[in-house]
């Protein structure tokens, strides 16, 4: 019997959505899915609580980064927000319960913890009989993610899954599969022609500048740098839906034909491809598709707590280099730029680590999977917390 598939993200940031859009593809392409539907969580609830999980979020990313960082390090522990924020998240979603109810889904996946709490309580209440799986979208794991009743986690690397086995989860139960990203990442361009459609050298190297979807970070500051380079450049810069950036950017770089502005694009497959290094926040879905595209990468800003934590693993493995204070900039670009065999090598190295068919795999794993509900009693919780805290490093 096909099956049918609810993905639920939530917009709090926009990797979550990116990750469900792909895997939304994926499992249309699949003859034995009868239908597919994504939704995002935070459409099904009041404003308030809306604005809370979306809004709170991008302005802490612009005004507090500190503050963001210094909540996901204290509430990185076992089930230390779990009941408050499991009571809250049930009294504002009545409508995606409704939702669920209706569809009647035999695989729920979540790319974000908020749905996936409510949805492990229906579950161990009895209320629902769905195959739960977690796809995580990040790095690394936060406590956050943990849930009381699931089938499946869906993880980006092997450590990630060492570190869910050393807490007590089953590692039956845990598959790395790489963060989901869209396969159009994987598919080849004419490198020349796509930069000639920019209004570029289709033989210059070629920086990508990312402010992200919602034009964060010190985009300006890097623009003003890369002009300082030593070595002949040109850079395409994305200032995504931040048009007062994109005015600021456009008038530093105006009269300069070797930098191409651009707002949000949804072409970013290919001006990966297209590109040399790329320059910006190691967000999960960013960097997973950045080692896709065998692109190494200069982090810039990363967002205190997980970002950071991205940046260690790239760091570790040798596909980027960081750049604590933007005055350096320039010269350790163009350290990088002298030494074009290293560059190459963190390509190389880059495109090994990228997992083109992560989606794919989640969606082969899903269809054939036949595990009963896991559920974990208070015993088992405690345990795992036992466990966590004995992990952390001095």
Request: proline residues 5%; glycine residues 6%; charged residues 25%.
């Amino acid at each position: 019997m096909k099956k049918r598939i609810l993905i639920i993200s939530t917009s709090a940031g926009t990797g979550h959505i990116a990750a469900a859009t792909a895997l939304e593809k994926a499992f249309h392409s699949d003859n034995r899915v009868a239908e597919v539907r994504h939704e995002d969580a935070l459409t099904f609830t009041n404003k308030l609580f809306r604005d809370f999980y979306s809004k709170l979020y991008e302005t802490m990313i612009h005004a507090t980064p500190g503050l963001l960082g210094w909540f996901y390090k204290n509430s990185d522990e076992p089930w230390k927000t779990d009941a408050v924020r499991i009571r809250l998240d049930r009294l504002n979603t009545g409508p995606l319960v409704t939702l669920i109810r209706e569809f009647k889904p035999d695989f729920i996946v979540c790319t974000h913890f908020m749905p996936a709490g409510i949805i492990s309580h229906l579950i161990q209440s009895g209320k629902l009989g769905a195959h739960l799986s977690i796809v995580v979208t990040d790095f690394d794991f936060h406590a956050m993610w943990l849930s009381r009743v699931f089938h499946r986690y869906f993880v980006a690397r092997d450590e990630t899954k060492v570190h869910l086995e050393a807490l007590g989860l089953p590692g039956g139960r845990i598959t790395v599969s790489g963060i989901p990203i869209d396969s159009k990442f994987s598919e080849p361009i004419d490198i020349a022609d796509v930069r000639q459609s920019y209004g570029l050298n289709p033989k210059l190297t070629t920086l990508l500048v990312s402010a992200g979807a919602l034009g964060v970070g010190p985009t300006e500051m890097i623009v003003t740098r890369l002009k300082q380079l030593r070595h002949k450049t040109q850079s395409i810069i994305i200032c995504g839906r931040n048009d007062a950036l994109r005015e600021k950017v456009e008038e530093i770089v105006e009269g300069d034909d070797n930098f191409c502005v651009l707002g949000y694009s949804d072409r970013m497959a290919e001006l990966m491809r297209a590109s040399n290094l790329f320059i910006g926040k190691p967000g999960g879905l960013t960097t997973s598709e950045a080692l896709v595209c065998g692109l190494p990468m200069v982090i810039v800003s990363p967002v205190p707590g997980q970002e950071e934590r991205n940046s260690d693993h790239l760091l570790e493995e040798g596909v980027a280099i960081k750049c604590n204070d933007l005055v350096t900039l320039p010269y350790k670009i163009d350290q990088l730029l002298d030494h074009p065999t290293r560059l190459k090598q963190m390509r190389t190295l880059a495109g090994k680590l990228g997992r083109p068919d992560s989606a794919q795999v989640i969606v082969n794993t899903l269809l054939d999977d036949n595990l009963r509900p896991l559920h974990l009693s208070a015993k088992k919780r405690e345990e795992i917390a036992q466990a966590a805290s004995s992990e952390v490093a001095v």
